[in-house]
């Protein structure tokens, strides 16, 4: 820029960071991951405060503050500010309306709606062995057990769906997934909180991740006040009141960055939190995964950079219209569409003057009083208004009908409105597979964070309350290397979302074929319809159970009356000719022929005897004169 001399090294102007190596240097001039451990917090905050006060994320603060205004309505004062007219300040576009105040706010209606569409469907991860022995396979049944129980403890799809709301107002959202006093929390993240170098982010794939945020000051004494240096330094903070509308604050900043290590496997990861000032260092440890704890999700990937492009975003400017139409309407309907009356010119009756008043007089020529009321605007105004309004539904696919809750017009038939809704979610097919990959994501950082907590007490129990019976699952009876499984997604996109609708998909599958009636009860018993459908499974899934013990533990049960012996044959010959392809002991093969000799010798014993043979008919007076004869 002119103005600024040049560095006699070839380095930047003086005054502009130098973005040369990757990242901003901490305050020694090395990156901060470098640091020693006593230097690393500082180094790291200051790193930190770099990235946030660069141009380009200040530009990036200021349109998520405009961003968020617009879905909420209001013009926000700030971004940590509460949604909703008490945060109501002028923030003035230019001549007409604030670009926040809306009276048809399409961003929101487009975000909600999409929501419903696309969030409504709650993904399930599913871990698969590839080649395992029956024992990874029992243990990869019990991890996803656990993954489901642990996402019903957090309500991990009530945060989910809040983090795909805020993903279609700001730039990004995530949910970070930490290591809590017994089990992996997970928390809420606003994109606004997280910051990525620009240069570090280039090709969407930082190495980098920082996150600013604030901390009740005792909850960070008890949380990392380990020692009497971060106690100093945690006394020292400034509270601060990021609403700028609270009576106290006890909250303090905190910041908090990953390095991802240079490859996989490698020690030079780092995880540090720290707060500002000398000794504020509260965490610092190696970070080993490959990825970041924080998963983000982004509506719309931008063609370059980590962040993402907002509904928001995409329907600014067609937001700016319909608000700018809906102030020329307003002002026009304000002034003209009230009733008027015209008088000859020249009458002594009254003055004549043109006001909004109602009953304004207007002189005529020679013609006797009229009273009418004139149209404010012509047709073609409303009619681009109302182009504006179905243009900016038609960018995301949706339907304004089902914005508004009502079926298209001609879609009587349960058939028709399903097929409706399909064309619907098609429309959605990629945000969808990112809303999936965003749970599978999510499911992966639990079971490491899991493997983390329970390193050192592999017997720790977890409840599990989304299986049966309330169970508690052993950690050391579901842990499993990384590479030894694969994460899936379980089919629930397949079927609708309403009991009625899965039911009626589900049938048709099978009248066509495509599936059994017990690979159909399968279905409806993973995606728990109705209690019912468990039920009906329960003696198929007893048998499972008897077969799982005796392959992987080689645990054996004596068959009894009560079981469905039917059931428990057919099962048994299904994991008999799986085990004779797999790695099993010779053993627990003899247990599965011994279980399948049982069985069937206690079905025949249950069997009813045959009828006795009851007395010889009596010869037919024909046959009888033959036999005499």
């Not at 339907?399 to 508004?404: E, I, R, W």
Request: proline letters at 6%; glycine letters at 8%.
């Amino acid at each position: 820029m002119a103005g600024r001399k040049k560095r006699q090294d070839g380095g930047p102007a003086e005054g502009v960071m130098d973005f040369r190596d990757d990242a901003p240097r901490g305050v020694s001039g090395m990156a901060w991951w470098d640091e020693d451990d006593s230097d690393i917090g500082p180094a790291m905050v200051e790193t930190a405060k770099q990235v946030r006060q660069s141009p380009a994320e200040g530009m990036r603060q200021d349109f998520n503050l405009l961003y968020g205004s617009l879905f909420e309505g209001s013009n926000l004062t700030n971004l940590y500010a509460y949604g909703g007219r008490a945060t109501l300040k002028s923030v003035s576009s230019g001549p007409g309306p604030a670009i926040g105040e809306s009276t048809w706010n399409q961003i929101r209606a487009v975000i909600l709606t999409t929501a419903s569409q696309v969030a409504r469907s709650k993904p399930r991860a599913r871990f698969v062995t590839s080649g395992g022995n029956p024992r990874q396979k029992k243990r990869a049944k019990m991890l996803t057990k656990l993954v489901d129980g642990i996402f019903q403890l957090e309500a991990a799809y009530d945060k989910t769906q809040a983090a795909f709301v805020n993903a279609g107002a700001f730039d990004i959202a995530g949910i970070e997934v930490s290591a809590g006093l017994n089990r992996p929390e997970l928390t809420v993240v606003l994109g606004t909180e997280v910051m990525i170098d620009a240069n570090d982010g280039l090709y969407g794939n930082p190495r980098s991740l920082y996150r600013h945020k604030f901390v009740d000051k005792g909850v960070l004494l008890k949380t990392y006040g380990k020692t009497e240096e971060q106690q100093q330094a945690i006394r020292k903070c400034n509270t601060q009141d990021p609403t700028h509308q609270g009576v106290g604050s006890n909250l303090v900043e905190v910041w908090e960055s990953w390095r991802l290590p240079s490859q996989k496997g490698a020690k030079d990861g780092k995880h540090v939190i720290a707060v500002e000032g000398e000794g504020g260092t509260l965490v610092s440890e190696t970070w080993e995964r490959d990825y970041f704890p924080l998963i983000l999700f982004r509506w719309d990937r931008a063609i370059a950079g980590p962040y993402g492009r907002s509904a928001a975003e995409v329907l600014l400017p067609n937001q700016i219209a319909i608000n700018t139409l809906l102030d020329k309407i307003q002002r026009a309907q304000h002034l003209a569409c009230v009733p008027r009356v015209g008088i000859q010119r020249g009458s002594k009756v009254l003055k004549s003057e043109l006001t909004n008043g109602i009953g304004s007089v207007v002189q005529f020529g020679s013609m006797p009083p009229v009273w009418w009321t004139p149209n404010a605007l012509s047709p073609e105004v409303y009619q681009q208004l109302e182009r504006h309004w179905a243009r900016g539904f038609e960018m995301y696919g949706v339907s304004p009908q089902l914005a508004s809750g009502v079926k298209a017009s001609g879609t009587t038939s349960g058939e028709a409105i399903r097929e409706s809704l399909d064309v619907q979610t098609a429309r959605f097919s990629i945000l969808s597979q990112r809303w999936e990959q965003f749970h599978l994501d999510i499911a992966r950082a639990v079971v490491d964070t899991c493997r983390d907590l329970y390193a050192d007490d592999p017997e720790k129990r977890i409840a599990a309350p989304g299986t049966e019976l309330l169970e508690a699952i052993r950690w050391r009876d579901v842990d499993l290397e990384e590479d030894a499984y694969t994460i899936e997604l379980y089919p629930t996109s397949l079927l609708p979302q309403t009991p009625q609708g899965r039911i009626d998909r589900v049938t048709d599958l099978v009248a066509r074929g495509i599936w059994t009636p017990k690979r159909a009860e399968a279905a409806l018993d993973d995606l728990d319809v109705d209690a019912a459908q468990n039920a009906a499974r329960a003696a198929e899934k007893e048998a499972e159970q008897v077969c799982e013990d005796i392959v992987t533990d080689g645990k054996y049960r004596t068959p009894d009356p009560a079981m469905d012996l039917d059931a428990l044959l057919r099962v048994a010959s299904q994991y008999r000719a799986s085990c004779e392809l797999g790695d099993v002991p010779e053993k627990h093969k003899d247990l599965l022929y011994r279980l399948l000799d049982d069985a069937a010798a206690l079905k025949a014993q249950m069997a009813p005897p045959p009828a006795p043979p009851g007395p010889a008919p009596a010869p037919q007076p024909q046959a009888a004169a033959q036999m005499a004869a």
